[in-house]
């Protein structure tokens, strides 16, 4: 193993252990380069953001079905696949992503696991 690389930035001091011989200095001028990037970034304020999906999704923002859909989403399963590894019918979790139909606690963990999410946000 190689010796541990570290990095003083404006943003933050890192400190990275090679798992085989690298470039040293393509590695720091990498990692200054992101971080620099990173500082350079357009910030937009979280209010601005949650204003804008308000208007998009309407009465439905930040319920539990909501979340469900969103989460479902990100993972790229459809209602059918999820409804399945969740062992129930297809149209329920329409109706749950719709806030027609209420998300148990129990039902909520299963599902939470299966997305990789926190179950709170499902209730």
């Given at each position: 193993?190689?010796?541990?690389?570290?990095?003083r930035?404006?943003?933050?001091e890192v400190?990275?252990?090679?798992?085989?011989?690298?470039?040293?200095?393509?590695?720091?001028?990498?990692?200054?380069s992101?971080?620099?990037?990173?500082?350079?970034?357009?910030?937009?304020p979280?209010?601005l953001?949650?204003?804008?999906?308000?208007?998009?999704h309407g009465?439905n923002y930040?319920t539990?079905g909501?979340?469900l859909?969103?989460?479902r989403?990100?993972t790229?399963?459809t209602?059918a696949?999820?409804?399945?590894?969740a062992?129930?019918?297809?149209?329920?979790?329409?109706e749950?992503?719709?806030?027609?139909?209420p998300?148990?606690?129990?039902?909520a963990?299963?599902?939470a696991?299966l997305?990789?999410?926190d179950?709170q946000?499902?209730l």
């Open positions: 193993m190689t010796q541990a690389v570290k990095i930035h404006a943003l933050a400190s990275i252990a090679p798992v085989r011989p690298v470039n040293v200095t393509r590695l720091k001028r990498a990692i200054r992101a971080l620099d990037e990173y500082l350079e970034g357009e910030r937009v979280a209010a953001v949650h204003a804008q999906a308000k208007a998009r009465d930040n539990p909501y979340f859909r969103l989460y989403l990100r790229e399963v209602q696949a999820l409804a399945e590894q062992g129930m019918r297809q149209h329920h979790l329409s749950m992503e719709h806030n027609k139909r998300i148990g606690k129990v039902l963990r299963k599902l696991e997305l990789n999410c179950y946000k499902l």
